[in-house]
């Protein structure tokens, strides 16, 4: 199956995840999973969470952005991923002057 994200809606969803601002998003969901293009512009981000059913693969593909991963921050770069197991926390801040991109997978385990 190709998910062409060209055709895909953008949806921006305001304090996602209890973050500041807005996240624009391209979604694909199903009964397995949620899988995404998005960005955050400048000063946006995605709120502290808990994985508690399932996981998340996040792939910068533009900018960097802060990480709190089980309260230690990191920076995610351009061509890295950040993995959250099941179980744990993550949040995804755009604290640069440009905007990110990212894509993510979040599979709903059974």
Not at 20 to 30: L, P, Q, R, V
Not at 31 to 44: C, D, F, Q, T
Request: with cysteine.
């Amino acid at each position: 199956m190709i998910l062409d994200f060209s055709k895909i809606e953008v949806t921006k969803i305001d304090n996602f995840k209890g973050g500041d601002k807005e996240i624009f998003t391209k979604m694909y969901t199903d009964e397995s999973n949620k899988i995404m293009l998005s960005v955050l512009k400048p000063g946006a981000s995605i709120g502290y969470h808990k994985h508690e059913d399932n996981c998340e693969i996040i792939f910068m593909i533009k900018g960097s952005a802060m990480v709190t991963y089980d309260q230690t921050e990191e920076r995610l770069k351009s061509g890295q991923a950040l993995y959250c197991p099941k179980g744990h926390s993550h949040n995804l801040i755009n604290d640069t002057d440009e905007e990110i991109m990212f894509f993510a997978v979040v599979p709903e385990i059974r």
